[in-house]
Protein backbone atom coordinates (compact mmCIF):
# COMPACT_ATOMS: atom_id res chain seq x y z
CA UNK A 1 0.00 0.00 0.00
CA UNK A 2 2.94 2.05 0.22
CA UNK A 3 5.53 3.14 -1.95
CA UNK A 4 7.81 0.91 -1.73
CA UNK A 5 5.57 -2.13 -1.97
CA UNK A 6 4.14 0.16 -5.22
CA UNK A 7 7.68 -0.29 -6.35
CA UNK A 8 7.97 -4.17 -5.88
CA UNK A 9 4.25 -4.20 -7.47
CA UNK A 10 5.72 -1.87 -10.35
CA UNK A 11 8.53 -3.86 -10.61
CA UNK A 12 6.80 -7.54 -10.88
CA UNK A 13 4.31 -6.04 -13.50
CA UNK A 14 7.07 -4.23 -15.71
CA UNK A 15 8.62 -8.09 -16.01
CA UNK A 16 5.51 -9.98 -16.13
CA UNK A 17 5.12 -7.81 -18.99
CA UNK A 18 8.46 -8.26 -20.90
CA UNK A 19 7.77 -11.57 -20.47
CA UNK A 20 4.78 -11.68 -22.71
CA UNK A 21 6.25 -9.07 -25.35
CA UNK A 22 8.90 -11.26 -25.43
CA UNK A 23 6.74 -13.88 -25.98
CA UNK A 24 4.71 -11.93 -28.74
CA UNK A 25 8.23 -10.99 -30.44
CA UNK A 26 8.90 -14.63 -30.81
CA UNK A 27 5.45 -15.67 -32.29
CA UNK A 28 5.97 -12.90 -35.02
CA UNK A 29 9.16 -14.07 -35.78
CA UNK A 30 8.48 -17.84 -35.76
CA UNK A 31 5.62 -16.82 -38.07
CA UNK A 32 7.52 -14.85 -40.60
CA UNK A 33 10.02 -17.42 -41.03
CA UNK A 34 7.51 -20.14 -42.15
CA UNK A 35 5.40 -17.74 -44.35
CA UNK A 36 8.48 -15.94 -45.70
CA UNK A 37 11.45 -18.44 -45.99
CA UNK A 38 9.37 -21.41 -45.87
CA UNK A 39 6.56 -19.95 -48.04
CA UNK A 40 3.77 -21.18 -46.18
CA UNK A 41 0.35 -19.50 -45.75
CA UNK A 42 -0.24 -17.54 -43.10
CA UNK A 43 -2.43 -19.49 -41.42
CA UNK A 44 0.20 -22.60 -41.09
CA UNK A 45 3.06 -20.41 -40.34
CA UNK A 46 1.02 -19.26 -36.94
CA UNK A 47 -0.25 -22.97 -36.82
CA UNK A 48 3.53 -24.19 -36.85
CA UNK A 49 4.89 -21.22 -34.56
CA UNK A 50 2.07 -21.93 -31.79
CA UNK A 51 2.69 -26.14 -31.68
CA UNK A 52 6.19 -25.22 -31.82
CA UNK A 53 6.16 -22.92 -28.69
CA UNK A 54 3.59 -24.74 -26.94
CA UNK A 55 5.77 -27.75 -26.98
CA UNK A 56 2.83 -30.16 -27.65
CA UNK A 57 4.35 -32.72 -29.87
CA UNK A 58 2.35 -32.53 -33.20
CA UNK A 59 4.47 -33.39 -35.99
CA UNK A 60 5.23 -30.69 -38.61
CA UNK A 61 3.01 -28.75 -40.88
CA UNK A 62 5.16 -29.10 -43.87
CA UNK A 63 8.37 -30.63 -44.84
CA UNK A 64 11.52 -29.03 -43.53
CA UNK A 65 15.06 -28.83 -44.43
CA UNK A 66 17.91 -28.56 -42.19
CA UNK A 67 17.49 -25.17 -42.35
CA UNK A 68 13.97 -24.80 -41.02
CA UNK A 69 14.55 -27.71 -38.85
CA UNK A 70 17.81 -25.83 -37.21
CA UNK A 71 15.13 -22.65 -36.98
CA UNK A 72 12.55 -24.62 -34.96
CA UNK A 73 15.04 -25.74 -32.58
CA UNK A 74 15.91 -22.15 -31.78
CA UNK A 75 12.34 -21.16 -31.86
CA UNK A 76 11.69 -23.91 -29.12
CA UNK A 77 14.31 -22.55 -27.03
CA UNK A 78 13.29 -18.72 -27.05
CA UNK A 79 9.97 -20.35 -26.46
CA UNK A 80 10.82 -22.35 -23.52
CA UNK A 81 13.37 -19.10 -22.01
CA UNK A 82 10.15 -16.92 -22.50
CA UNK A 83 7.62 -18.74 -21.39
CA UNK A 84 9.85 -20.49 -18.31
CA UNK A 85 10.51 -16.56 -17.22
CA UNK A 86 6.51 -15.52 -17.49
CA UNK A 87 6.01 -18.77 -15.07
CA UNK A 88 8.81 -17.91 -12.87
CA UNK A 89 7.53 -14.47 -12.55
CA UNK A 90 3.93 -15.10 -12.06
CA UNK A 91 5.07 -17.28 -9.48
CA UNK A 92 7.22 -15.13 -7.37
CA UNK A 93 4.15 -12.72 -7.92
CA UNK A 94 1.58 -15.19 -6.38
CA UNK A 95 3.84 -16.50 -3.28
CA UNK A 96 4.45 -13.11 -2.69
CA UNK A 97 1.11 -12.01 -2.59
CA UNK A 98 1.82 -9.04 -5.46
CA UNK A 99 -1.46 -9.33 -6.98
CA UNK A 100 -3.12 -8.29 -3.33
CA UNK A 101 -1.31 -6.14 -3.02
CA UNK A 102 -1.51 -4.26 -6.56
CA UNK A 103 -5.61 -4.37 -5.33
CA UNK A 104 -4.80 -2.61 -2.27
CA UNK A 105 -2.67 -0.07 -4.13
CA UNK A 106 -6.00 0.88 -6.30
CA UNK A 107 -7.86 0.98 -3.09
CA UNK A 108 -5.68 3.69 -2.01
CA UNK A 109 -5.35 5.41 -4.73
CA UNK A 110 -8.56 6.11 -5.03
CA UNK A 111 -9.00 6.93 -1.27
CA UNK A 112 -6.00 9.34 -1.74
CA UNK A 113 -7.78 10.61 -4.56
CA UNK A 114 -11.28 11.19 -2.71
CA UNK A 115 -9.78 13.39 0.15
CA UNK A 116 -10.85 16.51 0.17
CA UNK A 117 -10.30 19.45 2.82
CA UNK A 118 -8.25 17.37 5.24
CA UNK A 119 -5.59 17.59 6.85
CA UNK A 120 -2.03 16.37 6.73
CA UNK A 121 0.25 14.63 9.00
CA UNK A 122 4.03 14.82 8.04
CA UNK A 123 5.75 12.30 10.53
CA UNK A 124 4.84 9.79 12.78
CA UNK A 125 6.91 9.58 15.97
CA UNK A 126 5.83 10.57 19.06
CA UNK A 127 4.77 14.15 18.66
CA UNK A 128 3.21 12.98 15.62
CA UNK A 129 1.27 9.94 17.07
CA UNK A 130 -0.12 11.85 19.37
CA UNK A 131 -1.30 14.45 16.83
CA UNK A 132 -3.19 11.72 15.18
CA UNK A 133 -5.08 10.44 18.38
CA UNK A 134 -6.34 14.00 18.31
CA UNK A 135 -7.35 14.13 15.13
CA UNK A 136 -8.96 11.29 14.99
CA UNK A 137 -10.78 11.94 18.58
CA UNK A 138 -11.85 15.34 16.60
CA UNK A 139 -13.17 13.07 14.06
CA UNK A 140 -11.12 15.48 11.21
CA UNK A 141 -10.26 13.32 7.95
CA UNK A 142 -6.40 13.58 7.69
CA UNK A 143 -3.45 11.24 6.36
CA UNK A 144 -0.29 10.83 7.37
CA UNK A 145 2.91 10.41 5.74
CA UNK A 146 6.54 9.16 7.02
CA UNK A 147 9.40 7.13 5.16
CA UNK A 148 10.65 4.93 8.13
CA UNK A 149 9.37 1.46 8.14
CA UNK A 150 8.57 0.78 12.37
CA UNK A 151 6.65 4.59 12.14
CA UNK A 152 4.67 2.77 9.22
CA UNK A 153 4.29 -0.02 10.97
CA UNK A 154 2.90 1.71 13.77
CA UNK A 155 0.67 4.20 12.48
CA UNK A 156 -0.71 1.01 10.37
CA UNK A 157 -1.29 -1.19 13.09
CA UNK A 158 -3.41 1.61 14.63
CA UNK A 159 -5.81 2.34 11.18
CA UNK A 160 -4.52 5.17 10.52
CA UNK A 161 -4.75 6.23 6.59
CA UNK A 162 -0.97 6.37 5.47
CA UNK A 163 1.34 7.24 3.19
CA UNK A 164 5.10 5.88 2.81
CA UNK A 165 7.12 9.04 1.48
CA UNK A 166 9.25 11.72 1.52
CA UNK A 167 7.01 14.46 3.10
CA UNK A 168 9.54 17.26 1.49
CA UNK A 169 9.07 16.15 -2.14
CA UNK A 170 6.45 17.66 -4.41
CA UNK A 171 5.68 14.12 -5.63
CA UNK A 172 4.63 12.92 -2.38
CA UNK A 173 2.57 15.84 -1.42
CA UNK A 174 0.65 15.59 -4.62
CA UNK A 175 -0.46 11.95 -3.86
CA UNK A 176 -1.98 13.06 -0.60
CA UNK A 177 -3.63 15.86 -2.46
CA UNK A 178 -1.84 18.89 -1.13
CA UNK A 179 -4.00 21.11 -3.52
CA UNK A 180 -7.03 20.01 -1.81
CA UNK A 181 -6.27 19.90 1.72
CA UNK A 182 -6.62 22.61 4.28
CA UNK A 183 -3.87 22.03 6.65
CA UNK A 184 -0.45 20.59 7.07
CA UNK A 185 1.05 19.82 10.19
CA UNK A 186 5.00 19.16 9.90
CA UNK A 187 5.87 16.86 12.99
CA UNK A 188 9.12 15.65 11.55
CA UNK A 189 11.86 15.22 13.69
CA UNK A 190 14.27 17.91 11.83
CA UNK A 191 14.40 21.20 11.67
CA UNK A 192 15.48 21.17 8.56
CA UNK A 193 12.83 18.95 6.88
CA UNK A 194 10.15 20.27 8.30
CA UNK A 195 11.02 23.91 6.73
CA UNK A 196 11.47 21.74 3.30
CA UNK A 197 7.67 20.33 3.75
CA UNK A 198 6.31 23.99 5.13
CA UNK A 199 8.08 25.81 1.92
CA UNK A 200 6.98 22.86 -0.28
CA UNK A 201 3.60 23.21 0.50
CA UNK A 202 3.22 26.62 0.54
CA UNK A 203 4.88 26.54 -2.81
CA UNK A 204 1.98 23.83 -4.47
CA UNK A 205 -0.84 25.42 -2.15
CA UNK A 206 -0.58 29.09 -1.08
CA UNK A 207 -4.13 29.05 1.08
CA UNK A 208 -3.19 25.80 3.31
CA UNK A 209 -2.19 26.62 6.99
CA UNK A 210 0.88 25.02 7.92
CA UNK A 211 1.70 23.99 11.22
CA UNK A 212 5.35 23.08 11.84
CA UNK A 213 7.57 21.62 14.73
CA UNK A 214 10.61 23.20 15.95
CA UNK A 215 13.33 21.75 18.35
CA UNK A 216 14.76 25.88 18.89
CA UNK A 217 14.10 29.04 18.89
CA UNK A 218 16.26 29.68 15.55
CA UNK A 219 14.29 27.31 14.16
CA UNK A 220 10.97 28.77 15.13
CA UNK A 221 12.23 32.21 13.55
CA UNK A 222 13.14 30.20 10.19
CA UNK A 223 9.93 28.21 9.74
CA UNK A 224 7.91 31.68 10.42
CA UNK A 225 9.94 33.28 7.55
CA UNK A 226 9.05 30.30 5.64
CA UNK A 227 5.62 30.60 5.70
CA UNK A 228 4.48 28.42 8.88
CA UNK A 229 1.44 30.46 10.05
CA UNK A 230 2.12 28.40 13.24
CA UNK A 231 5.38 27.02 15.17
CA UNK A 232 5.03 25.15 18.29
CA UNK A 233 8.32 24.21 20.24
CA UNK A 234 7.56 20.67 22.22
CA UNK A 235 10.13 22.22 24.80
CA UNK A 236 9.57 25.66 24.86
CA UNK A 237 5.76 25.09 25.03
CA UNK A 238 6.09 22.28 27.62
CA UNK A 239 8.13 24.26 30.13
CA UNK A 240 5.14 27.10 30.04
CA UNK A 241 2.46 24.33 30.69
CA UNK A 242 4.65 22.49 33.55
CA UNK A 243 4.70 25.83 34.98
CA UNK A 244 1.18 26.73 34.50
CA UNK A 245 0.65 23.08 36.28
CA UNK A 246 3.11 23.96 39.38
CA UNK A 247 1.34 27.43 39.56
CA UNK A 248 -2.20 27.44 38.47
CA UNK A 249 -3.25 23.65 38.56
CA UNK A 250 -7.15 24.05 37.94
CA UNK A 251 -6.77 25.96 35.51
CA UNK A 252 -5.02 23.68 34.01
CA UNK A 253 -6.88 20.93 34.23
CA UNK A 254 -9.92 22.73 32.84
CA UNK A 255 -8.23 24.19 29.65
CA UNK A 256 -6.84 20.74 29.04
CA UNK A 257 -10.21 18.88 29.32
CA UNK A 258 -12.15 21.33 26.70
CA UNK A 259 -9.22 21.51 24.21
CA UNK A 260 -7.90 17.50 24.19
CA UNK A 261 -9.70 14.28 24.92
CA UNK A 262 -12.70 11.91 23.14
CA UNK A 263 -14.64 11.94 26.59
CA UNK A 264 -15.14 15.59 27.16
CA UNK A 265 -18.20 17.52 27.47
CA UNK A 266 -17.35 21.26 26.09
CA UNK A 267 -15.63 22.62 23.71
CA UNK A 268 -13.75 25.44 22.51
CA UNK A 269 -13.99 26.21 18.59
CA UNK A 270 -13.51 29.01 16.19
CA UNK A 271 -15.88 30.47 14.48
CA UNK A 272 -15.40 33.18 11.42
CA UNK A 273 -18.29 35.74 10.34
CA UNK A 274 -18.98 35.85 6.26
CA UNK A 275 -19.72 39.08 5.10
CA UNK A 276 -21.63 37.31 2.53
CA UNK A 277 -23.63 34.78 5.13
CA UNK A 278 -23.99 35.73 8.72
CA UNK A 279 -27.34 37.54 9.33
CA UNK A 280 -26.01 39.65 12.55
CA UNK A 281 -22.92 41.93 10.89
CA UNK A 282 -23.07 45.26 12.66
CA UNK A 283 -25.26 44.31 15.41
CA UNK A 284 -23.71 44.24 19.24
CA UNK A 285 -23.41 40.58 20.97
CA UNK A 286 -26.53 41.84 23.16
CA UNK A 287 -28.83 42.62 20.31
CA UNK A 288 -27.74 39.11 18.34
CA UNK A 289 -28.62 37.29 21.73
CA UNK A 290 -26.39 34.59 20.47
CA UNK A 291 -25.66 33.08 24.31
CA UNK A 292 -29.67 33.47 24.79
CA UNK A 293 -30.18 31.41 21.47
CA UNK A 294 -27.65 29.06 21.55
CA UNK A 295 -26.04 28.79 25.19
CA UNK A 296 -22.48 28.92 23.66
CA UNK A 297 -20.13 31.47 25.45
CA UNK A 298 -18.33 33.51 23.33
CA UNK A 299 -14.63 33.85 24.96
CA UNK A 300 -12.64 36.28 22.55
CA UNK A 301 -12.97 37.95 19.39
CA UNK A 302 -10.08 38.42 16.49
CA UNK A 303 -10.97 41.75 14.08
CA UNK A 304 -9.53 41.36 10.84
CA UNK A 305 -6.67 43.71 11.46
CA UNK A 306 -5.16 41.28 14.24
CA UNK A 307 -6.52 42.95 17.66
CA UNK A 308 -8.36 40.26 20.03
CA UNK A 309 -11.16 41.77 22.27
CA UNK A 310 -11.20 39.54 25.07
CA UNK A 311 -14.11 38.50 27.20
CA UNK A 312 -16.72 41.01 24.75
CA UNK A 313 -19.29 42.46 26.73
CA UNK A 314 -22.65 43.03 25.16
CA UNK A 315 -22.20 46.44 23.38
CA UNK A 316 -19.10 44.62 21.16
CA UNK A 317 -20.28 45.15 17.55
CA UNK A 318 -20.15 41.92 15.11
CA UNK A 319 -18.36 42.90 12.24
CA UNK A 320 -17.38 41.14 8.84
CA UNK A 321 -14.20 38.48 9.17
CA UNK A 322 -14.33 38.38 12.79
CA UNK A 323 -13.08 35.20 14.39
CA UNK A 324 -15.02 33.82 17.40
CA UNK A 325 -13.63 32.10 19.75
CA UNK A 326 -16.46 30.01 21.50
CA UNK A 327 -16.75 27.38 24.42
CA UNK A 328 -19.67 25.21 24.51
CA UNK A 329 -21.06 21.45 24.26
CA UNK A 330 -20.72 20.16 20.99
CA UNK A 331 -24.82 20.94 20.52
CA UNK A 332 -24.26 24.67 21.49
CA UNK A 333 -21.12 25.19 19.14
CA UNK A 334 -23.63 23.37 16.31
CA UNK A 335 -26.76 25.51 17.10
CA UNK A 336 -24.21 28.63 16.60
CA UNK A 337 -22.68 27.44 13.51
CA UNK A 338 -26.03 27.01 12.18
CA UNK A 339 -27.33 30.63 13.33
CA UNK A 340 -24.13 32.03 11.85
CA UNK A 341 -24.78 30.15 8.73
CA UNK A 342 -22.35 27.14 6.64
CA UNK A 343 -18.76 28.57 6.49
CA UNK A 344 -17.39 25.77 5.36
CA UNK A 345 -14.56 24.03 6.45
CA UNK A 346 -15.49 26.16 9.87
CA UNK A 347 -17.71 23.53 10.83
CA UNK A 348 -17.70 21.75 14.55
CA UNK A 349 -16.01 18.89 14.96
CA UNK A 350 -18.08 16.24 16.94
CA UNK A 351 -16.12 13.23 17.95
CA UNK A 352 -16.96 9.51 16.53
CA UNK A 353 -17.04 7.93 19.94
CA UNK A 354 -19.14 10.64 20.84
Excluded at 303 to 329: A, E, K, S, V, W
Excluded at 335 to 343: D, E, K, T, V
Aim: aromatic share 8%; charged share 20%; hydrophobic share 40%.
Amino acid sequence: MYSTLEQKYRRIQKELMAGIAALGGIFIIGTLWYSLVEKWSWEDAAYMTVITLATVGYGETHPLGNRGRLFTIALILMGVIAIGYIVNRFTEAVIQGYFQEGIRLRQHRRLMESLSEHYILCGFSRTGRQIAKEFRAEGVPFVIIDSEIESVRKAQSEGFTLYQGDATLDETLYKVGIERAICIVAALPSDAENLYTVLSAKTLNPNIRAIARASTEEAVQKLQRGGADAVISPYITGGKRMAAAALRPQVMDFVDGILTGADRQLYMEEVLLDPAICPYLGETLQKARLRSQTGALILAIRRTDGTLIGGPTGDTILLPGDLLICMGTAEQLRSLNQILGPIGSQKVRKPKNS
